[in-house]
């Protein structure tokens, strides 16, 4: 994914299908690995967009929540994809306790929560910020930086 695009979502399932569609843009750019920096409030959509990422990879998964888990890890599809939720990480070295480093570069990560890791974000990313807009509606700004 190139540049910046802002989208909007009217459902959930649409927020999904947004998040499928990055995913299938980068298993057809070939990138064997990529770092998706979620951001926003609670109950926005973030797991909902990753729901339809992880859906395009591993159709197989049940995408939940990592609050108390932090990380799941969904290794049955194309690629292995890592769901990473930071909102109880709190610096560099809680971070590192979870094995996050471990991670990077060994599949599709995605950090929602990224807010609370700006000191370890990776400089090739790209960043989903999900922002209400009405109720049910939400703008999507997704941005890849390099
Ligand atoms: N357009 C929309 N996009 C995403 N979620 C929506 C939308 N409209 C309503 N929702 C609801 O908002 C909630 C989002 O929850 P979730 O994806 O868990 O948020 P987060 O992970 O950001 O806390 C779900 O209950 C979902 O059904
Ligand atoms: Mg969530």
């Given at each position: 994914?190139?540049?910046k695009?802002?989208?909007s ?8 299908q947004?998040?499928r569609?990055?995913?299938e843009?980068?298993?057809q ?6 770092f998706?920096?979620?951001?926003g ?6 797991t909902a967009?990753?729901r ?9 998964a049940?995408?939940?929540s990592?609050?108390?888990?932090v990380?799941n ?5 194309i690629?292995p ?6 909102y ?13 480093y471990?991670?990077?570069d ?5 950090s929602?929560w ?5 000191f370890?974000?990776?400089k ?12 049910d509606?939400r ?8």
């Amino acid at each position: 994914m190139l540049g910046k695009k802002i989208l909007s979502s009217a459902t959930t399932e649409e927020t999904e299908q947004i998040g499928r569609a990055l995913a299938e843009e980068l298993l057809q750019s070939g990138k064997k690995s990529a770092f998706i920096a979620l951001y926003g409030d609670l109950g926005v959509g973030k797991t909902a967009f990753t729901r339809g990422f992880v859906s395009a990879i591993c159709p197989a998964a049940r995408v939940k929540s990592p609050t108390y888990t932090v990380v799941n890890e969904y290794r049955g599809g194309i690629l292995p994809v890592f769901h990473f939720d930071m909102y109880r990480i709190d610096g560099e070295d809680d971070l590192y306790s979870t094995g996050f480093y471990d991670y990077l570069d060994s599949g599709y990560l995605l950090s929602e929560w990224s807010e609370n890791i700006p000191f370890a974000l990776p400089k090739e990313r790209i960043a989903v910020t999900i922002e209400k807009s009405g109720v049910d509606t939400r703008r999507i700004t997704l941005e890849a930086f390099e």
